[in-house]
Every structure is written in C-alpha cells, then in structure tokens.
C-alpha cells in the first residue's frame, strides 16, 4: 500500500544537525498521520515526533525544541530536523505511516527500513 524510504542519516557531532528525509510512494491520500521513531541497540523503540494530515505535530519530551517535523505535500516527503543533536540521540530512526484504508476506515501502519544516527566526537 505505502513504501517509505528515510535518508539523511550519518556521524555528527555532538551540538551539530542532520535532516531525515522520509519518501512516500503508493497509497499516499489514504495516509492520516506520519512518525518518526527510533531504536537504539537493546531498547525500545519510541515515538520521537508525529505529524498529521491537518499538520497538527505532537515530540516526544526528549526531543521537544531540538527536533522539528515537517512534510512537503508536493514531494510525498516528511522530514525530521534534528538540531543541537546529543549522544543520546544515536540510535535508528524509522519512518511510519498511519493508514485509513476501506469504507470502515481499517487501520494500518507501514515502516521504512531505518537510516542510522550516530552523535559522537
């Protein structure tokens, strides 16, 4: 139904920035809500920032006025800036969409493979 593909992962320092960039293919109109989540090695993985169709944004504590989500309608992209980027914040980041799928609006989430973040000197 959807693919996505996050990029924009690499090695940064402590303090720096990257941008994720998370492609949208398939059913896009049927997408309700998009996410970003991480997992570093042995834990959890956790909902880092959320954007929906109406552009209403919710951040995980964590990163709350480091990070911003965004999307550009016209590219099927959801981005996730990541400033002032702490060793803490090393981990895999996952792309997820929200789906509403078929007249009883059944609902569905697909995954991106992950881009890996790495913040170290």
């Known amino acids: 139904q959807v693919q996505l593909v996050e990029s924009g992962g690499g090695l940064v320092q402590p303090g720096g920035s990257l941008r994720l960039s998370c492609a949208a293919s398939g059913s896009i109109r049927s997408i309700y809500a998009m996410r970003w989540y991480r997992q570093a090695p042995g834990k959890k993985r956790d909902l880092v920032a959320a954007?929906?169709?109406?552009?209403?944004?919710t951040y995980a504590d964590s990163v709350k006025g480091r990070f911003t989500i965004s999307r550009d309608n016209a590219k099927n992209t959801v981005y996730l800036q990541m400033n002032s980027l702490k060793p803490e914040d090393t981990a895999a980041y996952y792309c997820?969409?929200?789906?509403?799928?078929?007249?009883?609006?059944?609902?569905?989430?697909?995954w991106g493979k992950g881009t890996q973040v790495t913040v170290s000197s």
């Open positions: 954007i929906t169709s109406g552009g209403t944004t």
């Open positions: 997820n969409a929200g789906l509403r799928v078929g007249v009883r609006d059944n609902e569905y989430d697909y």
